[in-house]
């Protein structure tokens, strides 16, 4: 007899697996996806274990298999069992992010009656209703019973009528969500010489549209689909069926593959020559990707400026890899960056390139799936969600702009960050990791400088024309403006800049991390601040839809005819976004061709693609936009780049507040001069004394991140700790506060039962966002040098978010 630990897809389950017994006429092993029963349901789960010996008493049978292969390989199984035990995430969907797209099913619970049932009489009235409605129906699900009668009081009548046996039961599976795409194809079942008589028979019979459909296929050397030859001849449904009743045709199903590279114009480019530094940068590469091994694998930070050419040493790279018969993944922060990356990866590697991201239809996401895992790619493109792509032989690991916060899932469980998932994988594999950024995180820095990874520097700027140095920034101190009565959202040197450029013929880029066209809207008479019902954040005017949005959750009204507080209707609407932005950039460049980037201009992979080409094709002067537009995007065309407000962000509470401002200075900044003519950047700045501000318009790196590292030392903060973020929300007030309190007091008790040393819990405090989709949120940040231990045993209810190693506390 074998068991099986088995992980499953239940709330109820958390971090532990289930040992159920496994049927003799089962054949399973690690990573098969299973039927069993939990509780009074039957759920899918995947099998992490199997043994001889089971983890409990009791065991039950699993049901049967989902699938009649494992869906998940042993290494991914430890993968996920890493990710459960480091961000104290469920076992299963830690799990799920290695499953193939679609792959959830449902058991449906549905009543019907019982042949056995005789009388009714007995019954009291609402449960004569209940037996009426499932009568006529024949059969109705558990759902729709709720939905009628109310999920509790359902519970008690269908339990109250199955013991007297007058209804039965049922379970069956809900359909699949997507399945391979199966076209029909039409060919002749003639021999070539009789194709002549029978279409000259045909013609005899009147029958004209078969005879044209049976001759457009002789012509064709192989199967044609039924849309292509319903397009081609004109012809309907029925004369296609009444050849295959003559046994002239044969309808052949074909499993055709949907690919989403099918919009892309791919040209193969040549390799380019390397400069100097990066042949030394590429030599130390070659050299680690020998060396790597399981349990150590080789790890560099690509620490280069922007326009540097970090791709070409990714591309390098992988050529190395595939040449040793592994494979790779390339990660990119952005579902937005991908159509770049997949350019130029496809032009290097034709036809081996896969692409993974959530704006794929799931069709699309289901073929690549199946496509990677069976060996058919040597490159795998994707944002974080890639990384779990099923590439066998996994030789290398490229994390593109590593210190994004895209990284880090912070909206469901697992919250994982996909740099410390890839190095665990890495581990588990031998494979070896990249991380690139010009901007390095302070915290993959500061374990490069302690020689944990490789530190691979590139200090020159690659350019069409050859090696150039880095745009030229000035700071505009807008406080000056003011005073010179320049009350413009643009300084005069910024607006001078532009019409240089436009005059040039060369284009702009305008950032500002902000969307909408006014942030706030004020009540001039009493100073209320029209905030959103759901949420304790202000609502945003967009002008474009003349309606007030909250940011926070999407929540929509027009735009008052009073003020809810004094009556009055007098209001102001103060601060700025990228609407109000391009309205004035309309206003003062009118013969100007502008585009805007941002959620709400933007929806979708394929708009992103288009956009993006529309730019790079110079049908556009202007592009305005929030930090998408800071994000490697390579623009030749661009000899500006313009700040709006560098400030955006520097006055939140977070200890990565001035980090995440210099990278997103530096970003944008590095957009500027990546052609033949040189770049110039502006930052528009109520603060140009800040270091952040001056050591980006500098491009100086090093002495930012002296200045950061200080601080973070001075304070306690990674990478000299690690945090826990616990968030706690309720529709009440009062219970949400008093919970998080509760729990503070266990965790202080517990610490101090211990005596774990220089453990800080730091709060309890309403979180920055207090009120958000209608519940009340609280927050605590725990620092310590290993505060998940002590968090491992304590019991958390439902309202709870546990987030490790958070990339922001606010």
Known sequence: MKYAEVAVNSSIAQRRSFCYTIPSWLDIDIGYAVWVPFGSAILQGIVVKVSDIPSFEITKDIVGTVASSPLVSEIHIKLASWISSYYLAPLFD??????P????????????????FVDMSLLNGEQQKLVQYIQNKQETTLDELKTKLGKQKISQLTRQLLQLGIIQRNRRLSQVRVKPKLVRYLALKLKSADIKEVIHTLNQLRAYKQAAVVRFLAEQAQPVSIAEVKRSTECTASVINSLRDRDILAVVETQVRRDPLVEFNIIPTLVLNLTPMQEKAFKQISEGLERGERGKPSIFLLHGVTGSGKTELYLRAFDEVIKKGKRGICLVPEIALTPQMIERFAARFPGRIAVLHSDLSLGEQFDEWHRIREGNCDVVIGPRSALF????????????????????????????HAREAALMLAKLTGAAVILGSATPDIETYYRAKQGVYRLIELAERITPGGLVSLPEVEIVDMREEIKAGNRNLFSTLLLTSMREVLARHEQIILFLNRRGTATIAECKKCGSIINCKHCSASMVYHASVSKLVCHRCRYTRSFPMSCPNCLENKFRLLGIGTQRVEEEVKRTFPEACILRWDRDAITGYRVYKELLDKFKNNEADILIGTQMVAKGLDLPGVTLSGVVSADTGLNIPDFRACERVFQLLCQVAGRSGRGFTKGKVVFQTYSPEHYAITTAASHDYALFYQKEISYRREFGYPPFSRLVRLIYSHKNADVCRT???????????????????????????????????????WQAIICGSDPVELLDDIIFPQGWIIDIDPVGVV
């Open 389 to 416: 792509a099923p590439q066998p032989d996994l030789g290398l690991i490229v994390i593109d702009e590593e210190h994004e916060w895209t990284y880090k899932q912070s909206d469901r469980s697992p919250r994982y």
């Open 94 to 99: 830690s799990i799920a992010l290695m499953l």
């Open 739 to 777: 919970e998080m309190e509760r729990v503070c007091r266990i965790i202080i008790n517990e610490r101090d039962r211990r005596g774990i040393p220089h453990l800080r819990l730091i709060g309890p405090s309403p979180a920055f966002t207090s009120r958000l989709h209608g519940y009340y949120r």
């Open 101 to 116: 797209p679609g792959f959830e099913q449902r058991s449906i619970t549905s009543y019907s009656m019982s042949p056995d």
